[in-house]
């Protein structure tokens, strides 16, 4: 992993919902292999960011740069073949299928066969399937979920949360982009969360990470971008942020 | 070769017909609005409404009015039992599943109407003779003239009803944010009640007034329904203004093209229309497109 | 249910079904009863690729009759007033009808499902409308007749029997695909775009991609089964692919289960025999459809077999 490359660029993201400006001009970039967190108050419009960047909806102007090759107009599944998976604010998971097959869904990226193999039942696909059926294995016991034939939906939160990870891992991505991870989690939920991050961090996945719990930012996080009400109002490393008089006035409604 | 007074002729019996689409393209507005689903009953409603009248003046002898007033009540009562039956009572709150269910129901009031009612054409008498009125150059019926005359009183009333009555603008709150109209103290269960009544009883009407032009049989309710729905998506779906003026459009399209390509092919015209705007314009011509929710 | 997955792999399950079949194909010496064996199995296979769309896309269509149609006509035009060969009039009428389903399937599937439901019904119509007044070349109300039946080199597959020798292979092969299908890497992504279309596609499913082409297959389906119904009967009139049978496929499906495709099989079984047997349903067809498809959707919306399967073992463990 080399120092100071960035692997995503976002460059004066601007999306309008009716009247209301969401985002207004946002640039920042995600540097390779760090853990950079996108934090704001509720509105700042840090899920339209990820949104946008995974082609959920197109933006009014900006450019979105993934290594280099432009997101712009890519619909979502694209996206996540480059390599970007993400997970979503409150858990969405597939309920009504088990905890390996959502965890196999993640792999669709990454694999080929497609409805004439599956009708034939071809060899080069049943080889694949062997493939996907390990690698899924594989990152839920790295995450330490125990139970993969239940019923996702029959598992606790901090269970659904784990199997939406996994199933972001699922499709190795490069960037992975997880939208408050640590909502709903106790405290030593949170710290295993933390440590799970950091590991994942230190395989060389860049992380993009949206909390608002502000111990779990400030404790993993290299970098850090500040929104407010659509706009970016602070970006640096964890300490300089913490000090900044925006982004105080921002928190503390002053 | 067509002169302009058979233009004339194809845009006053496009009219006619569209009226009645207009008042079917309500109807499905109506219940979407209230409930977002489609209610694949709304064309048998207007079955009904000519069927019942039928019984109530042909069979039962009661006068016109009575009569008129009766079947609207009934078909709105049957409506009304739709709503608090099945659809109320349903296991799943699936928006599909729900759909399916008014698809059931429709099959099954067309099995039972055929039961009843047998599978010949029924007619009605016009409401008032039926000498043909010359109105410039063209010939109308008098019942074109009641069918417009009463469309547009159903028009005004509604507007009135959705612009200044407490019901109407709580209606119009439901579907604008079914969630919001509900923190707001908006009984969304009386509305979803009132939306069903409201559109099974203008179905019921159209097919009331339509009925002495073209006659009506029990498996009448499928085709008027899908062209309800053409009118609806033409105009833009779940708007009142796009569902008159889709239904005005179609009745008008669908005469022309009966009488300047082929009149074998009329019925498929609505569906042609259909499938053209969907591809090209989903929104429909007057319809705002809607921001995706997620 | 984890150990019955893994011992009844496709393949196993279908061996047993298709010496079931035989059997019930041996067992029965009235040519009328074969009869009805083999409507079930042209049901059948217009029944399991509309459950792939809507149990497993989560897509209605309420025009396969229109499918059913397009390759019973193909084949009986192409072959009787041109003198195509059967066997590729087939396969070009499987063609055609998947062309058809792709145009209609790429803008519709962008829209809300109840549109698709809409534009199948219209789609249907007027194909029907088109059936009943292009006489010249289908022969209009009264219908076409003089379709020969199929044969594979010496063996002609023109009685009853000989046709269940035909219709029931092409059954277990569909049922085969199917169940491949569903248990594949396309599958999963079908399961996963029906639960929640936005996550799946941010998963890296191409949803779009997928419910267009899991229309055509089921499309390609009825199709098939078309053709060999043509061939099978030798003469097609408009009124078995009226707007009905569109609804009869649907209902059989609901009443099968959505996304269970044995429970298709059994669907399709009850709702073709009982007919043929219950008075009930013969006087008023209609209403006792629209009457199960209603209560099936209200009280069973997973559909009425498997409803009724957890209904039984829940009381079975009560009673533990």
Known sequence: MKEGKVILECCGLRKRFGGLMVLNNISFQVPTGKITALIGPNGAGKTTVLNAITGVFPLDEGNILFKGHSLNGLKSFKVVECGIARTFQNVRIFPDMTVLDNVMVGCHAKTRSGFIDALLHLPAMRREETAIRQCSIEVIERLGISEKDTLAGSLSLVGQKKVEIARALASRPELLMLDEPASGLSGDETRQLAEALIEIGQEGITILLIEHDMNLVMGISDHVVVLNYGEKIADGPPESVQKNDRVLAAYLGC | MTTPAQLWQFLLSGLTTGSIYALIAIGFSVIHNATGIVNFAQGEFVMLGAMTMITFSRDLGLPMPAAFAASVLAVAAIGIGLERGPLRNARSRVVLILVMITVGASIFIRGVSMIIWGKMPLSLPPFSGDTPISFLSAAVMPQSLWIFGITLCAVIILHYFFKHTMLGKAMRAVAANRRAARLSGISVDRIVFFSFALSSALGGMAGIIITPITTMSYDAGVMLGLKGFSAAVLGGYGSMAGAIIGGLTLGVLETAGAGLLSSHYKDAIAFLVLLFVLFFRPAGFFGMTKVQRL | MNHIKSIHSPACQIGLFAILVQGCALLVRNSYYLFVLNIVGINIIVVIGLNLLMGYAGQISLGHAAFYAIGAYLSAILTVTYGFPAWPTLFLALIITAGVAYVIGIPIMRLE?????????????????????????????????????????????????????????????TLWGSLNLVRSRVGRGLMALRSDELVASCTGVNTEGYKVKVFVLSAVLASLAGSLYAHYIGFVSPGTFSFFYSIQVVTMVIVGGLGSLWGSVLGAALLTVLPEFLGIFQTYNVLMYGLVLMVVLVFFPEGLLPGLWFALQKTHRKHR
């Not at chain 3, 070349?137 to 597959?157: N, Q, R, Y």
Request: glycine share 14%; proline share 5%; charged share 10%.
């Open chain 3, 113 to 173: 499902g109840h549109y698709l439901v809409m534009a199948t019904l219209g789609f249907g119509i007027i194909l029907y409308i088109v059936l009943i007044q292009w006489d010249d070349v289908t022969g209009g109300p009264s219908g076409f007749a003089g379709i020969e039946p199929l044969h594979i080199g010496s063996l002609t597959f023109d009685s009853d029997r000989r046709f269940c020798y035909l219709i029931w292979p092409c059954v277990l092969l």
